[in-house]
């Protein structure tokens, strides 16, 4: 049979029942979408927690104070109570670490702000004129910490975004708009201390770890003095100049503070260094097995889709065996018979895999657009789904064709 010849009858075929064909469509056009929209959450996901923990620095190497705990399974985690971090040791390393291109302090904790009848409670975040640079803050107005502040313990502090519009409130009439050049010059209270606002924040959106947003800046140096009333850091970050040299200045900084607190056994460290590299990557790996997991869950829908098709292909047979025993009466070759039922099959798969794909494209725009998730539709995505439902409507209609095409035609014809 020609190629036109097939394509005429399948589609005569499929059209002269259109609810069958439309309800055995929709099991493969549910399933596709469910893949795509499924797998293009997991890609969003992965893509917005990486690019949010890139945007807070880049190179990073976070030392936090207290030994690192093993939950099993490979699972660690930072104890973090420890009082061992100090301005010595950040010190220390930035003259001593060849590879450190910038080294800034932390000192955080959250208390109660107050401006005017507006109060919150956020994070404070004692750090140095390096922190900036460091962790990627861009300023909206004003200036952030300087090496001066640091040195005179000044009382001043660099508002994140969600501050402002949490103590500046519509209901303030000097503050309508919430006009940030008009913020800079006022006077906030921190634990009941009157502050100066000199700047404000960029929006950046969270991290999943920290809000940049919701946050006060001011030096380490007043935050010590004043509110926390010991030397110690909660937290000191090495920005490295090299990516290659990560791995190298963890372990010459773990030796370095090893030999500052004094201590012989690495597994007595007072401290712990997590690499920003290895967090990207054990992230990155952990998103990459939840996104096969929600395509694999979603796949059992496709599988249902090519079960029916199968049951509808050899309703289909049945159906039409005496046409099958006609055709093959005058002349049709048992090829010819297959080809006719497979091309059906792959037809319906066909079709709707192209609709599957453009609902699923739909539903996943519309999620990302009313902020639902992050969403990516990849190409690789779009084309695997065609891929497989084209696959579908080859495996599941085959046994159906291969029968029809087997029929005897005289008992083909005899059939009531």
């Known amino acids: 049979m020609k190629i036109n010849d097939i394509l005429e009858e399948t589609f005569s075929a499929l059209l002269s029942n259109k609810v069958r064909t439309g309800l055995t469509m929709l099991g493969i056009i549910i399933g596709i979408a469910s893949v795509i929209v499924m797998v293009s959450v997991g890609q969003g996901a992965s893509s917005s927690i990486t690019e949010s923990i890139e945007s807070t620095g880049s190179n990073l190497l976070m030392i936090t104070p207290g030994s690192t705990k093993s939950f099993g399974y490979g699972a660690r985690s930072a104890g973090g109570t420890a009082d061992s971090l100090t301005v010595e040791d950040s010190e220390e390393i930035a003259a001593n670490i060849d590879s450190a291109k910038a080294v800034t302090n932390e000192i955080s904790g959250r208390y109660q702000v107050v401006y005017k009848g507006n109060n919150t409670n956020t994070t404070i975040m004692g750090t140095d004129a390096n922190y900036a640079a460091v962790r990627n803050v861009q300023l909206e107005s004003g200036e952030f910490v300087t090496a001066g502040h640091i040195t005179s313990k000044s009382k001043v502090c660099i508002l994140g975004p969600s501050v402002v519009e949490d103590l500046f409130a519509e209901d303030d009439e000097d ?14 209270k921190i634990n009941k201390i009157e502050f100066t606002v000199i700047g ?32 110690y850091l909660t937290e000191i970050d090495v920005q490295i100049s ?32 997590s690499n920003q590299s290895d967090l990207l990557e054990t992230i990155t790996s952990t998103s990459q097995t939840l996104t096969i997991l929600l395509g694999a869950i979603a796949g059992i829908s496709l599988l249902v889709g090519g079960i029916g098709i199968m049951n509808m292909m050899l309703t289909t047979v049945t159906e039409r065996t005496r046409e099958i025993g006609l055709r093959k009466a005058i002349g049709a ?11 059906e099959a792959c037809v319906l798969t066909f079709s709707g895999g192209l609709i599957g794909v453009f609902l699923g494209w739909i539903i996943s725009f519309l999620v990302d657009y009313f902020d639902l998730t992050s969403t990516t539709v990849s190409i690789g995505s779009i084309l695997l789904a065609v891929g ?5 409507g080859i495996v599941f209609g085959y046994y159906p064709a291969k029968r029809a095409a087997k029929m005897n035609p005289i008992e083909a014809l005899r059939y009531e």
């Open 175 to 188: 503050f309508a708009n919430i006009d940030l050049t008009n913020v800079i010059g006022k006077k906030i």
């Open 200 to 231: 404000v924040t960029q929006e950046k959106g969270s991290s999943g770890f920290s809000n940049q947003d919701d946050m006060i800046y001011i030096p380490y140096s007043t935050a010590m003095k004043q509110l926390s009333g010991d030397e």
């Open 242 to 273: 090299d990516s290659n040299k990560m791995e190298e200045a963890q372990t010459e900084i773990t030796n370095l503070l090893l030999s500052l607190h004094n201590i012989t056994d690495a597994t007595a460290a007072d401290f712990s260094i």
């Open 333 to 343: 070759k048992g090829d010819d018979i297959s080809m006719q039922f497979l091309s």
């Open 388 to 392: 497989v439902s084209a696959g579908i």
